[in-house]
């Protein structure tokens, strides 16, 4: 009996590890997860996805910077969406909506963050459609891409594919 619930338990665990092993971005079911996580309390679940959303936006000005330092004007246009026009609260509640959607929990969380401000800034509907369609036809190129060839070996092919 001991022995069949130590199976259970590994088989369980390796499950989870192997389900999450191609994981490369957050998406809708990370962002719907947090409140099962955060035990029911609003002010736990606020806190982690605040904190994801700062952390998120800490990286992207990071990498920003670095990029405006080598080529200022390339940087501005690969950075030029606003992603400021809302508050923390008010994007929390914006992704808590734009995940209630099924079709939408595909999309990173990076991608939504971008969506759900556009659509704050009143961007035409047809052009935040298309950004989604984009969103979802590259994160399933690039999910079809780890699978087929690793993603250890998918990004040796796109590092080796910069670095020259």
Do not use: C
């Not at 490369?24 to 719907?32: E, I, Y």
């Not at 736990?44 to 700062?54: F, G, P, W």
């Not at 099924?102 to 961007?123: D, F, G, N, T």
């Amino acid at each position: 009996m001991k022995y069949v619930f130590i199976v259970l338990i590994f088989s369980s665990l390796s499950s989870q590890v192997i389900e999450k092993q191609n994981k490369l971005l957050w998406d809708g079911t990370d962002w719907n997860s947090i409140n099962k996580k955060g035990e029911g309390s609003e002010k736990i679940v606020y806190r982690i996805k605040s904190a994801y959303l700062n952390g998120l936006l800490d990286g992207r000005l990071y990498y920003y910077l670095k990029a405006w330092a080598e080529e200022q004007e390339f940087a501005d246009s690969l950075y030029s969406d606003k992603i400021d026009y809302l508050t923390t609260k008010e994007t929390i509640r914006q992704l808590d909506r734009f995940y209630s959607d099924r079709l939408m929990v595909y999309v990173p969380v990076i991608s939504a963050v971008i969506i759900v401000h556009m659509q704050a800034e009143q961007v035409p509907k047809k052009t935040i459609d298309l950004y989604i369609d984009q969103t979802k036809f590259w994160i399933n190129r690039l999910t079809l891409d780890m699978e087929r060839e690793g993603m250890r070996k998918l990004l040796e092919i796109k590092q080796n594919k910069y670095v020259k």
